[in-house]
């Protein structure tokens, strides 16, 4: 049920060259369907529901108007002056609702392909394809919060000068692991830093703030007690050294105890649930005290075991696109089911989901932001597009209404990517940066998934998969 998408290089060819070359231009017309077109000057969408990402209730019958690549109006307004613009065009969305794209401020680019993990899989190739998978779900930027090489830097150069499609590129740099530890995908040395001494990360974090990363990154855990944990003084030395250098740090955390150790030293967001055990008061007034953002990565514990027990929602087309056959089969064959009940880690995994379904919630209603993330991309069974999909459907489970979750997943993930002024809402002045969905995802979370087109700096993109009707 995929669609079909053109030569991908050519894409990014073309994106490059429009507005400035009328043959290209022309030449887009014959080779591409007119939904891939759309970057007219202005369109004034009307007749939508309206959710605007800011938490304010729902506009019905709203309307939203684009100009190139941002947002000029967005409300109960009169769409009759904007239509009237020259060149202007009018979309009238019959009932469907207008909500901003999603945004994932923990995912992992180059790192998987197919089902395998390798140092070779980080090429434009691999990386483009991922990123316009992101794109087709709704996901329009994605922060890959370590693991780069140094080429995604030329890679993030590239798209912002309209070479290379898909979601937008931000990036955390290599990362800070433990030696021998954490984090242990098979990977290169070029793609994370293990510091020693203190002296050594300092001097990694400011090789790193060199290159000009939108985050630093750190991986304080033990692996379920598999592997030894970054020593205080390391990751205190990372913090430190990435403020002085204006830069923010989330990490990798598992335990209550080692995120308060770390907030107390500064720490910006928390990458993970907390899922060992509830978080406390302590805990909730440190994120306060340092306005730190927290990120549950809940499709994370559950992917490492959910698919085992065939939920109905690995029939639905949104999860079938974004697994290849392989995997599939793999992951719906007898054997899978029967390898994963005798696995010890996967009482230990449901555990962890349950505890982050409870601190998130815990979290959230303290008034702390919530940003929006999957870990997405760092193993083969956390599929971009799909993983981000149904995160919202977790956090709902969670106990937020779908509301929150639109709101974490747009407005607070754009501010935790350090982006906020640019994207996450529809407001005037920000980014053309939104999802066209048939139903009201209000009612049911799950209508994310019903995606009629998505729009990425005011260019009109396919969804990845067609949802049932
Ligand atoms: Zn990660």
Redesign the pocket.
């Known amino acids: 049920m995929r669609r079909q998408r053109p030569n991908k290089v050519t894409v990014g060819r073309l994106f490059h060259f429009r507005g400035v070359c009328a043959a290209a231009t022309a030449l887009e017309i014959l080779i591409f369907p007119c939904a891939l077109l759309h970057a007219d000057p202005v369109t004034v969408f009307t007749g939508a529901r309206l959710i605007d990402g800011t938490g304010q209730p729902p506009i019905e019958n709203g309307t939203l108007v684009i100009d190139g690549d941002r947002i000029v109006a967005a409300g109960k307004i009169d769409p009759a002056p904007f239509a009237a613009k020259s060149g202007a065009r009018l979309v009238q969305c019959g009932g469907e609702t207008i909500m901003p794209s999603l945004i994932s401020d923990?995912s992992?680019l180059g790192v998987v392909k197919g089902d395998n993990i390798s140092a070779a899989n980080f090429t434009p190739e691999n990386i483009q394809a991922a990123l316009e998978q992101y794109e087709g779900y709704g996901v329009t930027a994605v922060l890959s919060?370590?693991m780069n090489k140094d080429s995604l830097y030329t890679l993030r150069d590239q798209q912002r000068a309209g070479q290379f499609a898909g979601a937008d590129i931000f990036t955390a740099d290599r990362g800070l692991g433990a030696v021998s530890a954490a984090p242990p995908q098979a990977i290169g040395p070029d793609q994370v830093d293990r510091p020693a001494t203190p002296e050594e990360a300092r001097k990694m974090v400011r090789e790193m703030a060199a290159r000009h990363p939108d985050m630093i990154k750190c991986w304080v855990d033990d692996l379920f007690g598999k592997a030894p944990k970054m020593p205080p003084e390391i990751y205190g030395a990372i913090i430190d050294e990435a403020h002085k250098n204006g830069l923010r740090v989330a990490a990798?955390i598992f335990y209550l105890e080692d995120t308060k150790a770390l907030l107390r030293d500064g720490l910006d967001v928390v990458?993970h649930s907390v899922r060992d055990k509830p978080v406390d008061q302590e805990f909730l007034d440190l994120m306060k005290a340092r306005h730190a953002a927290y990120i549950a990565t809940l499709d994370l514990d559950e992917s490492q075991f959910s698919y085992a027990g065939h939920p109905q929602w690995m029939e639905s087309a949104a999860f079938r696109a974004a697994a290849s056959p392989a995997l599939l089969g793999k992951w719906l064959s007898p054997e899978y089911a029967w390898r994963m009940g005798k696995n010890p880690m996967t009482p230990l995994n449901r555990k962890a989901l349950a505890q982050g379904l409870q601190n998130i919630k815990s979290v959230h209603d303290a008034g702390i932001l919530v940003g929006f993330g999957t870990?997405s991309g760092?193993m083969p069974t956390r599929l971009p597009g799909w993983a981000e999909q149904r995160e919202l459907q977790l956090m709902v489970e969670a106990g937020l209404t779908p509301m929150d979750a639109i709101v974490c997943a747009t407005r607070n993930a754009a501010q935790v990517l350090g982006d906020g002024k640019n994207r996450g809402t529809l407001e005037p002045g920000k980014r053309a940066d939104f999802l066209l969905l048939a139903a009201n995802p209000l009612d049911d979370i799950g209508n994310t998934t019903r995606l009629v087109a998505i729009y990425h700096g005011g260019k009109r993109i396919e969804p990845a998969f067609h949802f049932s009707p």
Do not use: M, Q, T
């Open positions: 923990h992992h919060l370590g990798h990458a870990d760092a």
